[in-house]
């Protein structure tokens, strides 16, 4: 008796070509990006308490340094906030520039905002930012049209208030009346 194969849903499915499209179109071209989002001089990066301890080199509690933080002591990239913080307006101390490259990369240290960046599933959806140069909205699309077959339809949209944020949703569509006549 064979065991029948699970069905992936959706989300998991869409995670998945994110995470192809990033790996074949993305990450080779980091080393010669004109713009790299490790600057964060455009991007704002989420990090939690042992990223920031890790990159910044602190040998300080989380209390002294969020202390150090609110009398404006600390390092003037770094906001707290909930119990997280985001970093901006200076380049990642894990970016090395002279090869563009991560130094933390595939090590816990590494933000999963960078491992996100820049083609994320979200609630069923794509989104691609197209404030990475090396993201190509047609070509992801095709990818994900490939990947979901026949009867998928991959729609796109754009964010009114930040239109280089683009959504790739699918419609499962339905043959229609005189197709499904055809087949009989």
Same mark, same amino acid.
């Given at each position: ?110 933000? &999963? ?38 009867? &998928? ?32």
């Amino acid at each position: 008796m064979s065991v029948p194969k699970p069905v992936k849903g959706l989300a998991a499915t869409l995670a998945d070509v994110a995470a192809a499209y990033q790996a074949a179109a993305v990450i080779p071209h980091c080393t010669a990006c004109s713009r790299p989002c490790c600057r964060l001089d455009v991007l704002v990066l989420e990090m939690e308490w042992p990223q920031i301890r890790t990159l910044w080199q602190l040998t300080e509690t989380r209390a002294a340094f969020d202390a150090r933080l609110a009398a404006g002591k600390g390092p003037v990239e770094i906001r707290p906030w909930n119990g997280l913080y985001y970093v901006h307006s200076k380049p990642c101390p894990a970016f090395d520039a002279s090869c563009g490259r991560c130094r933390v990369y595939g090590q816990p240290a590494k933000p &999963a905002g960078c491992s996100d960046f820049p083609v994320y599933e979200d609630g069923a959806e794509l989104v691609a930012d197209l404030r990475c140069e090396a993201v190509d909205v047609a070509a992801l699309t095709a990818q994900l049209a490939q990947t979901l077959g026949e009867g &998928a339809r991959v729609l796109q949209s754009a964010d009114r208030e930040f239109p280089f944020l683009v959504t790739l949703s699918v419609k499962q569509t339905t043959a229609r009346r005189g197709d499904r006549q055809k087949r009989r």
